[in-house]
């Protein structure tokens, strides 16, 4: 029977045996806790699985404690009626637990054995999360009563739960499988707590909460009294109002074999949520409490660590994010995940963005965090902009906020766009040092700055042109943003750098604050008294059942190399290894919960070789799931080889991509060792044995050879191009020879697909693997440090206590990362990478994650 002292008693057995031959007095026959109306043992996840179904504690997103009362009108002989109070909470692997304790009013005209007499529960229970989909769960209770046949009960109830689809659940839960407890009635033993055993299913036909209907069926073996055992059918609904709550009913019915007539118990009532608080009531009506007039009523409270879908917070607020590093392409993609999720909260009327940094690493960044803005201001939110002293990028983001402020004694350091590459040739000569390179085209520029003293032509004029492009968007954008004309901007950017007031005076700024000031600045523009606080999102019980689809991002951030990735610290250098790369597709591949992957590419490229593993491995996935690549700062070279795999490229107009073209060569130290005093002496088995040796300079007949080889390579970056993109290797060639293009310029040349940023690539990626909208992420790789790093942790420093690149002053530090390169990859490797290319407004200080 369901708990059948309860109120919510559907308790089919408050029909149950009689003292007399009236059928219309029911005796309960079972001391159980008290009832859960409308709750399934499927997929009531709350507190209230601690007497339901311990297994779906498992599923407890975070605290909670609850309170449930029910009264019993004018129903005296009804077994149940009183209060529960529990608390639960996760505790960690996958463990929750809960404790309640249930105090029960036993009908005072029942007479033996109750005799009056109330009891009270106290039940204990685990629940343990197997997988997403199945949990199991155990408990124990026991009873406490002035009645010698209530008191010092003990059962045990176990449950499993399975939740194999969005849209199915199923559960069956074992109760007080130590049983039976009995009391004397005559000749016969009356059972008052005896095992029986319920099976549930429940279903979500849209895969969410917000519709559900459920089944179950309690099974009663037969008793001395009743001489056969019975099946009690129970139907449950719930059913979510936005913004309000949810709506839970219940019908429980019966067919006692030793009566001629039927009975049921059916409940209906309203709980409502607001943020983390919960409260409701309804009522029981039914035969099954004592007659066919009866009614009782229940109510239920409850507070938790947790929000319940689609339920406001209290009141609305305004939040604060603030930058005081720039973000790495890691933080750049929580950054923008953190805005969408603000964009979606409706309690959240204002944003305030407080930089005390550039905000992005990169233009292209940059870009994305505009078009964050922008939502956000679709959403209705207001968006404020404050800086003290900062950058071309932070005025590129700010410019879509509905207003900006300058710290009165601050300014904004931007004078225009610039790029400087260098030429150390010079250098390498007083060294001793020759660099001996081969490229497939002179718009492989990338060797130049070991081969040459100045830009060649060809690649002055492919800077030049990259610059003007970044230029015509930025200028563009700013204007669109400030409502301004693009000459407007233009001339403006002629008068920089500013000061607090001279940025006002160019439209580039709206006022002035200090940090003090922010709240009301930001009160003034949502039109009501506000203090800016931090966002979080909290935990949210689960929308729908079963292991959730998921979206794979993959991230393939750093110098692209052969074998393991790896981070050098005091270089700000991050490598990023064929090998490690080909698990983690690996394991995107084979998770079943992820149906769609977005590669986020955040390289220049490197090893053609490591390029081409990776291509492999991501061309394999693609045959199996949606794939759709995102470029971010650059995808150029060996990073653009790889996207060929995707099935829709994605880039920002200011992303730096193509480059595609090979280059191969070494360093001859030969004269550096002859000044310092060094002889080397070769001994080979074969002409080319030490080609690739740094003692010497190639041959003649090693070049001729070389040039084979590195139009071999290209001649396979042409295929995989070719192949990737649907077009023939003479169209690939006419837009490759290493020419690197901005995105905006890429999409005209057939290399990439949409403009659009991280967003708009995971909104088709949901689409293709029919996801929801806020499916997860799973994001790989996982942050890893490097043994570096560890063994810094475990001698109590930090990465931010060393001497990294950004302590070093500007001249030094952009030489030793021009120099990086030089320091990573072997010179015996075919290299698919482009030139380190600094487009900035001013400097940035990065979190180098």
Same mark, same amino acid.
């Given at each position: 029977?369901?708990?059948?002292?309860?109120?919510?008693?559907?308790?089919?057995?408050?029909?149950?045996?009689?003292?007399?031959?009236?059928?219309?007095?029911?005796?309960?026959?079972?001391?159980?806790?008290?009832?859960?109306?409308?709750?399934?043992?499927?997929?009531?996840?709350?507190?209230?699985?601690?007497?339901?179904?311990?297994?779906?504690?498992?599923?407890?997103?975070?605290?909670?404690?609850?309170?449930?009362?029910?009264?019993?009108?004018?129903?005296?002989?009804?077994?149940?009626?009183?209060?529960?109070?529990?608390?639960?909470?996760?505790?960690?692997?996958?463990?929750?637990?809960?404790?309640?304790?249930?105090?029960?009013?036993?009908?005072?005209?029942?007479?033996?054995?109750?005799?009056?007499?109330?009891?009270?529960?106290?039940?204990?229970?685990?629940?343990?999360?197997?997988?997403?989909?199945?949990?199991?769960?155990?408990? +124990?209770?026991?009873?406490?009563?002035?009645?010698?046949?209530?008191?010092?009960?003990?059962?045990?109830?176990?449950?499993?739960?399975?939740?194999?689809?969005?849209?199915?659940?199923?559960?069956?839960?074992?109760?007080?499988?130590?049983?039976?407890?009995?009391?004397?009635?005559?000749?016969?033993?009356?059972?008052?707590?005896?095992?029986?055993?319920?099976?549930?299913?429940?279903?979500?036909?849209?895969?969410?909460?917000?519709?559900?209907?459920?089944?179950?069926?309690?099974?009663?073996?037969?008793?001395?009294?009743?001489?056969?055992?019975?099946?009690?059918?129970?139907?449950?609904?719930?059913?979510?109002?936005?913004? +309000?709550?949810?709506?839970?009913?219940?019908?429980?019915?019966?067919?006692?074999?030793?009566?001629?007539?039927?009975?049921?118990?059916?409940?209906?009532?309203?709980?409502?949520?607001?943020?983390?608080?919960?409260?409701?009531?309804?009522?029981?009506?039914?035969?099954?409490?004592?007659?066919?007039?009866?009614?009782?009523?229940?109510?239920?409270?409850?507070?938790?660590?947790?929000?319940?879908?689609?339920?406001?917070?209290?009141?609305?607020?305004?939040?604060?994010?603030?930058?005081?590093?720039?973000?790495?392409?890691?933080?750049?993609?929580?950054?923008?995940?953190?805005?969408?999720?603000?964009?979606?909260?409706?309690?959240?009327?204002?944003?305030?963005?407080?930089?005390?940094?550039?905000?992005?690493?990169?233009?292209?960044?940059?870009?994305?965090?505009?078009?964050?803005?922008?939502?956000?201001?679709?959403?209705?939110?207001?968006?404020?902009?404050?800086?003290?002293?900062?950058?071309?990028?932070?005025?590129?983001?700010?410019?879509?906020?509905?207003?900006?402020?300058?710290?009165?004694?601050?300014?904004?350091?931007?004078?225009?766009?610039?790029?400087?590459?260098?030429?150390?040739?010079?250098?390498?000569?007083?060294?001793?040092?020759?660099?001996?390179?081969?490229?497939?085209?002179?718009?492989?520029?990338?060797?130049?700055?070991?081969?040459?003293?100045?830009?060649?032509?060809?690649?002055?004029?492919?800077?030049?042109?990259?610059?003007?492009?970044?230029?015509?968007?930025?200028?563009?954008?700013?204007?669109?943003?400030?409502?301004?004309?693009?000459?407007?901007?233009?001339?403006?950017?002629?008068?920089?750098?500013?000061?607090?007031?001279?940025?006002?005076?160019?439209?580039?700024?709206?006022?002035?604050?200090?940090?003090?000031?922010?709240?009301?600045?930001?009160?003034?523009?949502?039109?009501?008294?506000?203090?800016?606080?931090?966002?979080?999102?909290?935990?949210?019980?689960?929308?729908?059942?079963?292991?959730?689809?998921?979206?794979?991002?993959?991230?393939?951030?750093?110098?692209?190399?052969?074998?393991?990735?790896?981070?050098?610290?005091?270089?700000?250098?991050?490598?990023?290894?064929?090998?490690?790369?080909?698990?983690?597709?690996?394991?995107?591949?084979?998770?079943?919960?992820?149906?769609?992957?977005?590669?986020?590419?955040?390289?220049?490229?490197?090893?053609?070789?490591?390029?081409?593993?990776?291509?492999?491995?991501?061309?394999?996935?693609?045959?199996?799931?949606?794939?759709?690549?995102?470029?971010?700062?650059?995808?150029?070279?060996?990073?653009?080889?790889?996207?060929?795999?995707?099935?829709? +490229?994605?880039?920002?107009?200011?992303?730096?991509?193509?480059?595609?073209?090979?280059?191969?060569?070494?360093?001859?130290?030969?004269?550096?060792?002859?000044?310092?005093?060094?002889?080397?002496?070769?001994?080979?088995?074969?002409?080319?044995?030490?080609?690739?040796?740094?003692?010497?300079?190639?041959?003649?007949?090693?070049?001729?050879?070389?040039?084979?080889?590195?139009?071999?390579?290209?001649?396979?970056?042409?295929?995989?191009?070719?192949?990737?993109?649907?077009?023939?290797?003479?169209?690939?060639?006419?837009?490759?020879?290493?020419?690197?293009?901005?995105?905006?310029?890429?999409?005209?040349?057939?290399?990439?697909?949409?403009?659009?940023?991280?967003?708009?690539?995971?909104?088709?990626?949901?689409?293709?693997?029919?996801?929801?909208?806020?499916?997860?992420?799973?994001?790989?790789?996982?942050?890893?440090?490097?043994?570096?790093?560890?063994?810094?942790?475990?001698?109590?420093?930090?990465?931010?206590?060393?001497?990294?690149?950004?302590?070093?002053?500007?001249?030094?530090?952009?030489?030793?990362?021009?120099?990086?390169?030089?320091?990573?990859?072997?010179?015996?490797?075919?290299?698919?990478?482009?030139?380190?290319?600094?487009?900035?407004?001013?400097?940035?200080?990065?979190?180098?994650?």
């Amino acid at each position: 029977m369901r708990q059948r002292l309860t109120a919510a008693a559907v308790l089919v057995s408050a029909l149950g045996l009689s003292t007399t031959s009236n059928a219309g007095e029911p005796m309960p026959t079972r001391a159980d806790r008290l009832a859960s109306p409308g709750r399934s043992i499927v997929s009531e996840d709350t507190a209230e699985a601690i007497a339901r179904n311990p297994a779906n504690l498992a599923y407890l997103p975070s605290w909670e404690l609850r309170w449930t009362g029910i009264g019993c009108f004018d129903a005296p002989q009804h077994v149940g009626c009183g209060h529960a109070v529990g608390a639960a909470t996760p505790l960690l692997l996958g463990l929750s637990t809960g404790l309640r304790v249930d105090y029960l009013q036993t009908p005072w005209q029942l007479g033996f054995p109750y005799n009056g007499e109330d009891m009270t529960w106290v039940t204990w229970a685990l629940g343990y999360k197997l997988a997403d989909s199945l949990s199991f769960g155990l408990s +124990i209770q026991h009873s406490y009563s002035g009645n010698a046949y209530l008191n010092d009960l003990t059962g045990l109830s176990a449950g499993v739960t399975f939740r194999p689809l969005r849209q199915l659940g199923i559960a069956i839960v074992a109760n007080n499988f130590n049983g039976p407890a009995t009391a004397p009635l005559g000749p016969n033993q009356q059972p008052l707590l005896d095992a029986n055993y319920v099976f549930g299913a429940a279903l979500r036909p849209t895969g969410r909460r917000e519709f559900e209907l459920g089944f179950e069926m309690r099974y009663l073996a037969g008793s001395q009294l009743s001489g056969s055992s019975q099946w009690i059918p129970r139907a449950t609904l719930g059913l979510d109002i936005p913004y +309000i709550g949810r709506l839970r009913g219940d019908v429980e019915a019966a067919h006692l074999p030793y009566e001629e007539r039927r009975g049921f118990v059916a409940s209906a009532g309203l709980e409502l949520a607001y943020g983390r608080l919960t409260a409701g009531g309804g009522v029981l009506l039914g035969n099954g409490l004592g007659s066919s007039d009866s009614i009782a009523g229940y109510g239920t409270f409850a507070v938790s660590g947790y929000t319940s879908p689609g339920i406001p917070r209290l009141g609305t607020r305004s939040v604060s994010i603030r930058l005081e590093s720039t973000p790495g392409p890691r933080s750049h993609i929580a950054l923008l995940r953190k805005l969408w999720k603000i964009a979606d909260d409706p309690t959240v009327d204002g944003v305030a963005l407080v930089l005390r940094a550039e905000p992005a690493t990169s233009y292209a960044h940059a870009e994305e965090l505009a078009d964050a803005v922008r939502v956000l201001r679709a959403r209705k939110k207001k968006v404020l902009c404050s800086w003290e002293d900062n950058g071309a990028k932070a005025l590129y983001v700010c410019a879509n906020a509905d207003r900006t402020v300058v710290n009165p004694a601050g300014g904004l350091r931007f004078a225009g766009l610039r790029t400087q590459y260098l030429y150390i040739k010079g250098m390498l000569d007083k060294l001793g040092i020759r660099a001996d390179m081969l490229r497939v085209s002179d718009h492989k520029t990338a060797p130049e700055m070991f081969t040459n003293e100045h830009p060649s032509e060809t690649a002055a004029h492919d800077h030049a042109d990259l610059l003007n492009q970044y230029a015509a968007v930025f200028e563009k954008d700013v204007a669109l943003g400030r409502k301004m004309s693009v000459p407007a901007v233009r001339a403006a950017i002629a008068k920089g750098p500013f000061v607090a007031t001279e940025a006002r005076d160019v439209h580039f700024a709206d006022g002035f604050a200090f940090d003090d000031e922010l709240d009301r600045v930001m009160s003034e523009m949502v039109g009501h008294s506000t203090s800016l606080g931090e966002w979080e999102e909290g935990p949210k019980a689960a929308e729908s059942f079963g292991p959730r689809g998921k979206i794979g991002l993959l991230l393939v951030d750093g110098d692209m190399v052969d074998g393991r990735s790896e981070t050098i610290p005091l270089l700000d250098t991050k490598l990023v290894g064929s090998y490690t790369i080909a698990d983690n597709i690996q394991t995107l591949k084979n998770d079943p919960t992820v149906k769609a992957v977005v590669l986020r590419i955040e390289t220049g490229g490197g090893s053609s070789m490591s390029a081409d593993v990776m291509w492999r491995e991501l061309a394999q996935l693609a045959k199996r799931k949606p794939l759709i690549v995102s470029m971010g700062s650059s995808a150029a070279s060996g990073g653009y080889y790889i996207a060929t795999a995707g099935r829709t +490229i994605y880039a920002l107009p200011l992303t730096v991509t193509g480059s595609i073209g090979i280059f191969y060569g070494k360093a001859d130290v030969s004269e550096l060792l002859k000044k310092i005093g060094i002889n080397v002496e070769t001994y080979k088995s074969a002409p080319r044995a030490d080609a690739e040796s740094f003692y010497r300079p190639f041959t003649e007949d090693e070049r001729r050879a070389l040039e084979v080889k590195v139009q071999q390579f290209y001649d396979k970056f042409l295929e995989r191009v070719s192949e990737g993109r649907h077009m023939t290797k003479a169209e690939v060639d006419a837009v490759g020879q290493g020419r690197v293009w901005t995105g905006q310029q890429a999409i005209a040349r057939k290399l990439v697909d949409k403009m659009g940023g991280l967003r708009e690539a995971l909104a088709e990626a949901r689409a293709l693997g029919g996801l929801p909208y806020d499916a997860p992420l799973r994001t790989l790789p996982a942050p890893d440090p490097s043994l570096f790093e560890r063994a810094l942790k475990l001698a109590g420093l930090g990465r931010a206590q060393l001497m990294t690149l950004e302590g070093l002053p500007v001249q030094v530090r952009d030489v030793a990362r021009a120099l990086a390169p030089m320091v990573v990859f072997k010179g015996d490797i075919p290299m698919a990478r482009m030139e380190w290319v600094p487009v900035e407004g001013e400097g940035h200080d990065e979190d180098g994650d």
